[in-house]
């Protein structure tokens, strides 16, 4: 599998850290190497740029990437200090690795950010904690540490890469083609889910993806969601409804449209916000006006279909109302009015220490692919120091290094970067022990050498993939410590040594922790998602079946039956979480398998029914007097069916054999006589998407073999 080629906006972003990275290395190792004759600081201002520029992936413009650094300062200084005092025994090494490779690792949790300075933080513990057991030559190590980072966040601010588009401003954008899109043939159905794809988190720079677990983020992640939820009823409204619609769906979609068209401008200036309750008292209008006319004789209801449109505009209107809630929360931090129904907003009214902690313990299972990463990183870590130091061997920071930095999170792709590492590597200490043989001593020959190699390291490497990034370092290494001791061609052999046994060691717990990635993690957590979303589905059918009438236009956010009937889906939510996650990385992996499986219609499955068991109960119109038994037994029999295919696909995920279940016929696929008509298009949306899910797990059935002359049929090709 050959490397990505960087796209020209890559190439350049590429370029220009480089440069940041060289000037911030050079501009603080020659100064403290010839000018103060230090050349322990001179080693770690050399170093700290390369670890948190070059070898942290931390997400974001100069500016954000700049904060990202000058906050992880503290815990560098930490980190060092600590890997400086444990390097006086090398099973206290090994076991300090153990600990900060698990928490660095698992910082995760808190999203891009923490993520990308986390391998530059473990790499400051690395370097300290290997002999010469030194803890004279701490403060220097801390000094230019110091040196190094700040002089990387001031190339940071001054050659800054171009800002990324905003999450917020993405909402704003797919928030005017919804205004624009709720009037008729005001925008093609194609182009409003186009827009709503727009704000999926896979198509988002990771600095902009609204990952952390404060109120904000936790609240533009929901709104993102809503906001396609918002687009996509769009687009069907347009499909199902091409000739116009009613004056007073008109009505409410044009108190949607004006509620989008101010979220939009609230959430790129943060003024102006939309005027509280006005949707919800368009909503409970429309919803009066439904269950007058539901409540008619049977000859002046309006006629089914009208119903049906009834129920998706009201619907519609219901996820515009989720993205003023969550809008409000995103701009203020904290909700200003009341954001019901309080199961889907459970985040809103707690505090950061408090969703820290539900963060942490979400994901402190081995069910989550960050605690299992975490654990991988620790284990190979911990593995590669203590066989470091049982063996003594010469620069042995650098096994760790290639533990740390050519590990993956399946086997099959660790074993595909350390052949290209190795590869690399052997190629460049070929090259840097011909280059220490020819120049032998001569200081002031490395010393003008090192600023150009790295340069050309780290714009290159990057460019042309892992061997020549691995073969270029290389040559970085052998020309730095040139000049801080006498060095011969063996500190080559002594770095192909080194990389070899990290690459071992990084196979075996690639090998032995989790092999498959992310892989079986996501077929098991999407067939919970499901299953646990599914129990929800028999107990939103009961509440519209039971009793008679209809709903009587209880406000938004309120419960027909009181707080007691509310739905249990936080063991969703959280089975959500999970998903999401386990996803996240699979994407990353590219794997060569299962790619007709559609996670993203077992998410879009899951939002459904956990959003029509707040909704329906509120907003569903009861069964009409002259509905009958056998329309009830239809909605009840749906639902049951509805588990069972959620059962049959859970199956298919785990890779086992299902049982074949009922499929709908036209005959059957609306009730005898008139029932919820909430119920029905729900139950009947919640069937499509089974459907589809469960075609895109199950191979495209084989057509049969051609029939020879003879009357025999010959066996299919290959």
């Known amino acids: 599998m050959a490397d990505v080629i960087p796209t020209g906006q890559e190439r350049a972003t590429i370029v220009r850290r480089a440069v940041r990275v060289a000037v911030a ?11 103060a004759g230090l050349p322990v600081m001179a080693l770690y201002a050399l170093f700290a740029p390369i670890a948190v520029g070059l070898l942290s992936p931390i997400p974001g413009s100069g500016r954000q990437r700049a904060s ?37 690792a698992f910082a995760a949790v808190g999203g891009p950010r923490p993520a990308g300075v986390g391998p530059g933080l473990q790499l400051f513990y690395i370097l300290a904690c290997f002999p010469p057991y030194a803890p004279d030559t701490l403060g220097q190590r801390l000094s230019g540490l110091t040196i190094g980072i700040l002089l990387l966040t001031a190339l940071e601010l001054l050659l800054p890469d ?24 005001g925008v093609p159905p194609e182009r409003l889910r186009e827009a709503g794809a727009r704000l999926r988190l896979s198509a988002v720079p990771p600095a902009e993806r609204p990952a952390g677990p404060g109120r904000r983020d936790r609240a533009l992640e929901q709104s993102g969601r809503a906001v396609r939820r918002l687009l996509d009823q769009l687009a069907t409204l347009a499909e199902t409804s091409p000739t116009g619609i009613d004056p007073a769906s008109a009505a409410l979609l044009d108190r949607v449209s004006r509620l989008c068209t101010t979220s939009a401008r609230f959430l790129r200036t943060g003024k102006d916000p ?7 008292a368009a909503m409970r209008d429309f919803q009066a006006e439904r269950v007058r006319q539901s409540s008619a004789a049977l000859g002046e209801r309006p006629p089914a279909e009208a119903e049906r449109r009834h129920s998706r505009v009201l619907a519609l209107a219901e996820s515009a109302r989720m993205v003023e809630i969550t809008t409000d929360i995103a701009v203020h931090g904290r909700p200003t009015e009341p954001a019901l129904p309080r199961r889907l907003f459970w985040y809103a009214d707690l505090s950061t220490p408090r969703l820290w902690a539900r963060r942490v313990v979400g994901n402190a299972t081995f069910r989550s692919v960050l605690f299992q990463n975490a654990v991988r990183t ?24 290639v533990v740390l930095t050519l590990g993956r999170t399946t086997a099959g792709a660790t074993w595909q970067a350390v052949r290209r590492a190795v590869a690399g590597n052997a190629a460049g200490a070929l090259v840097a022990g011909a280059l220490l043989i020819g120049l032998g001593p001569h200081i002031d020959v490395y010393a003008a050498l090192l600023a150009p190699v790295m340069l050309v390291a780290f714009a290159l490497g990057p460019l042309l993939g892992i061997a020549y990034a691995q073969g270029l370092f ?49 077929h098991r957590a999407m067939a919970d998602l499901l299953r646990t979303c599914a129990e929800l589905v028999p107990g939103t059918a009961e509440a519209l079946l039971r009793g008679s009438g209809a709903v009587t236009g209880d406000a938004p956010g309120t419960s027909v039956r009181g707080e007691q009937a509310a739905p249990r889906t936080l063991p969703g939510v959280h089975k959500l979480r999970l998903a999401e996650a386990a996803y996240a990385q699979y994407r990353t992996e590219t794997p060569a398998e299962d790619t007709r499986a559609d996670w993203h219609a077992m998410l879009i499955a899951a939002n459904h029914m956990l959003l029509g068991a707040h909704y329906l109960p509120r907003f569903g119109l009861r069964s009409p007097p002259d509905a009958t038994d056998a329309s009830a037994a239809w909605a009840r029999t749906t639902a ?24 709908r016929t036209a005959a059957d696929s609306r009730p005898p006589t008139p029932l919820s008509v909430d119920l029905e298009v729900w139950l009947e949306s919640l069937e499509q998407q089974l459907t589809r899910i469960d075609a895109s797990l199950t191979p495209p059935a084989q057509p049969p073999p051609p029939v020879t002359p003879s009357g025999r049929r010959t066996a299919p090709p290959g």
Request: glycine letters at 10%; a neutral charge.
């Open 68 to 104: 990202v650094m000058v906050r992880a300062l503290p815990p560098a200084l930490a980190l060092a200090t600590l890997g400086t005092l444990l390097a006086v025994d090398t099973w206290a090494a090994v076991g300090g690795m153990l600990v900060v490779g698990f928490l660095l």
């Open 640 to 663: 049951r069916e509805a588990v069972a295919e959620v059962d049959r696909i859970a199956v298919l995920l785990a890779g086992g054999t299902p049982m074949p279940v009922r499929r």
């Open 25 to 35: 290395a050079g501009a603080g190792f020659y100064p403290l190497l010839y000018g």
């Open 378 to 401: 620790a284990l190979g870590l911990a593995a590669a120091r203590a066989v470091a130091g049982s063996l003594d061997l010469s620069h042995g920071f650098w096994v760790l290094l």
């Open 474 to 522: 290389t040559l970085v290494v052998a020309t730095a410590f040139a000049q801080i001791e006498p060095v011969t061609w063996r500190l080559s052999e002594a770095r192909m040594v080194d990389v070899v046994t990290g690459s071992v060691i990084g196979l075996l717990c690639g090998l032995l922790a989790w092999p498959a990635g992310a892989r079986r993690e996501v």
């Open 162 to 185: 171009p800002p990324a588009t905003p999450y917020r401003e993405r909402i704003a954008r797919a928030l005017d083609e919804a205004a624009r899109g709720t009037a008729s043939g």
């Open 274 to 280: 939309p005027v509280p309750g006005a949707l919800e």
